[in-house]
């Protein structure tokens, strides 16, 4: 219920009251000393159980205060799937770090004027990881605060349906770079169910053309060199503009303009959590970093506490 606003002193809560997002602070106040009171309770009890408190158990805690506040978006990356065994592609140890060539079957380019490149992508998607995959906790987390009223939007970079999977609303989760469940024709723009052109690969068709048009179909994922859609970041942009608190979980902030919607969100008045392994081109301006393990801070912050302490 409410945050401990005063702790933020006057500067952050007079930024906060000039945006659309700092509508409903005000209610939230005069909770924060019971709020306070009770984590300082839930702090003692899990040390009479012998728990080790982790590093930064007091900034998880207040973090879950501004969650419990609601107006939360959440962008994620590529770090939130890595416990479900969805390789990252960009982060230090990614696929196409470390080979540059593997690039190549995500290049718009390549994709249209080589058959070579499509066969292989073709047999790349038939093995995805994402059609055994199956959400871990932070995913659940999310699916939690959604449930609890306090989530307003993810807006994802990853394209393996784990939100959606997780129990999110498909109508709150806003995929940037689209999703591997759907095919989408190049020439006609033709969309239909991933699993049914899968099928045809398997049955021989080593690069199925678009039955509509005959065109070249890809999956319903942004290649490099394809623009992304422009209705799905102005509905990002939206979601960012109007939150009063923006998490990014498990992403660099290196690839724009899914990192610019921390401006977005700064901009107009929202607090600014990083939570991610390695350090990010935000952290500096970020209300908090969490550098935890996204599996286990974040089911904090949505305020689950650890079975078992
Ligand atoms: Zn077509």
Request: net charge negative.
């Amino acid at each position: 219920m409410g945050h401990a606003g005063g702790r933020n002193g006057p500067r952050r809560e007079a930024r906060a009251a000039q945006g659309p997002g700092g509508t409903g602070r005000a209610e939230a106040r005069g909770h924060g000393p019971r709020k306070e009171a009770r984590a300082a309770q839930e702090e003692r009890v899990s040390r009479e159980e012998g728990a080790v408190p982790v590093e930064g158990s007091e900034v998880l805690d207040e973090v879950a205060g501004w969650v419990a506040a609601g107006g939360v978006v959440v962008l994620t990356g590529a770090g939130i799937s890595t416990d479900s065994g969805i390789p990252d592609f960009r982060g230090p140890n990614g696929v196409w770090t470390r080979n540059p060539e593997a690039m190549k079957l995500s290049s718009i380019d390549h994709y249209v004027t080589d058959p070579d490149v499509r066969r292989q992508s073709w047999q790349e998607r038939l093995r995805h990881p994402a059609w055994t995959a199956t959400p871990n906790p932070a995913h659940e987390a999310l699916a939690r605060m959604e449930r609890d009223g306090n989530l307003t939007a993810v807006i994802t970079q990853n394209i393996d349906g784990l939100h959606q999977r997780a129990g999110n609303d498909p109508a709150k989760v806003i995929e940037l770079h689209g999703t591997i469940f759907e095919t989408e024709c190049l020439s006609c723009g033709a969309r239909g169910p991933m699993r049914a052109t899968l099928d045809r690969v398997e049955r021989g068709e080593a690069d199925p053309a678009c039955e509509e048009c005959g065109g070249i179909l890809k999956s319903a994922t942004i290649s490099f060199g394809q623009s992304m859609n422009m209705a799905t970041l102005e509905a990002a942009a939206e979601a960012a503009m109007f939150c009063r608190l923006f998490v990014a979980v498990g992403t660099s902030l290196t690839v724009y303009p899914a990192a610019g919607l921390v401006d977005v969100a700064r901009n107009h008045g929202a607090r600014v959590v990083v939570l991610n392994a390695a350090g990010t081109s935000y952290d500096a301006v970020a209300d908090r970093v969490i550098r935890e393990p996204i599996g286990t801070a974040l089911p904090r912050i949505a305020g689950i506490r650890a079975a078992g302490g």
